[in-house]
Structures are given as structure tokens and as C-alpha cells.
């Protein structure tokens, strides 16, 4: 079962993020017992139905601020988790044919507020629609769900799950070693917890 609800928000109401305090094993991150190898420099696994992903996207953008700790061309590479919600195995579909289509960044609020905010994602064809106001037709998706690029890519982030032994969401990996905690990271803001867990991230990937 992924873990999702008030325990996630935890960690947004505690002490301001020092930078200069040491990062410890134990305390902002820990160690992989299989590392993965070949796996991209941070991925973050998340789900359309975790309410604490949402929060990810709106007040607490995490992903923005670790783009920005990455080399440049390098972003945070995201995958969607099947297990959770009634729509799960479609969304995921969605989210490979959004990364394949380059449209990620166009539908991802969009499919998060569908679900969180308005909760009318109530079929197939609503995530259509989400798509078609991105310029992508029912006609372009339909043919893009029978691509064996997107075929492909649900497959990847079917494995990705099992390798890193997903089990919470948002969940993020650095270079395929290290998985964050972010309870482990204190702040009293928004902009002190995404500072906080980009620094985490710039040193891990120095290790």
C-alpha cells in the first residue's frame, strides 16, 4: 500500500533548513541495499492520486528546485505508479505517452488538478480531453497508446518500481543509490523545504 495523507505533511511544519548543517545517512537520506545501476542521475516516483505529489506540484516544488541543482540538459526523470487509485494503469499509460509526446510539463497540473482538486476524471476520455487542450487529438492519442515507444515506456516504469522496491509516494532516488527522506528535511517554508531537499540532492550526487 503506497502512503499517502497527513503523516507526508509532517515534514513541512518543522525547523528552517540549514545548509550548512551535516547531511547524514540516516537522517536526509539513506543507502540502497541493491543499488540500481544505469539508473538516471534523480527519479522521483509519484502518483496522480497521492495528495502529498500534488502538493509537490503546487506549493512545494521540489522537482523545479533540483533541476536546478542538476548538470545542464540533466532533469529530474518522473514516473508514474500504477497501484494507486481507480485510474492508475491508465494515468500511467498517459504519462508515457505525455514523455514520449513531449507534453509532460503541458498535462501534469492539468491530470493532478483532474484528480485532486475538480475529481472529474472519470474516464478514458477525460484524460483525452486533458490531452486535446494540449494540442494532442483523441486521434494523435489513440495512435500514440499503440506506439511501441509508449509501450515501451510503461514497461520501464513498471521495472523501475520493482527495482527500486517503490513503496511510498513521492519517493526520489539519487543515481540509483540513495533514496531521500523527506521527512528528514526540516523547514518552516515552502521555499526553505524545496532549498533544503535540492541541497540534499547536490550532495548525494557528488558521492
Not at 536526509?28 to 543499488?35: A, G, R, T
Not at 522521483?44 to 497521492?50: A, G, K, L
Not at 548538470?71 to 494507486?84: D, F, L, N
Not at 527522506?181 to 548525494?204: H, K, M, Q
Request: charged residues 20%; hydrophobic residues 40%.
Amino acid at each position: 500500500m503506497f502512503k499517502k495523507g497527513m503523516a507526508a505533511f509532517m515534514l513541512f511544519t518543522l525547523f528552517s533548513f540549514d545548509a550548512d548543517s551535516a547531511v547524514r545517512e540516516g537522517k536526509q537520506y539513506s543507502v540502497l541495499q541493491q543499488p540500481v545501476a544505469e539508473a538516471p542521475k534523480v527519479i522521483e516516483f509519484f502518483s496522480f492520486y497521492c495528495g502529498p505529489c500534488y502538493q509537490f506540484t503546487q506549493r512545494y516544488p521540489v522537482s523545479e528546485g533540483i533541476n536546478r541543482v542538476l548538470p545542464a540538459g540533466e532533469k529530474v526523470t518522473k514516473y508514474h505508479v500504477s497501484a494507486m487509485g481507480k485510474r492508475g494503469n491508465e494515468l500511467t499509460e498517459a504519462w508515457a505517452i505525455a514523455m514520449v509526446m513531449g507534453k509532460s510539463e503541458a498535462v501534469e497540473k492539468p491530470l493532478f488538478e483532474s484528480v485532486q482538486k475538480t475529481k472529474n476524471l472519470g474516464s478514458a476520455s477525460d484524460i483525452k480531453a486533458i490531452f486535446s487542450h494540449a494540442g494532442v487529438t483523441p486521434a494523435e492519442y489513440e495512435s500514440a497508446q499503440n506506439s511501441l515507444a509508449v509501450k515501451a515506456l510503461i514497461a520501464k516504469q513498471e521495472a523501475a518500481l520493482q527495482q527500486f522496491s517503490v513503496s511510498g509516494t513521492p519517493s526520489f532516488y539519487v543515481n540509483g543509490r540513495y533514496k531521500v527522506n523527506n521527512s528528514g528535511i526540516n523547514a518552516d517554508t515552502p521555499e526553505g523545504y524545496v532549498a533544503g531537499f535540492a541541497e540534499v540532492v547536490s550532495y548525494l550526487l557528488k558521492q
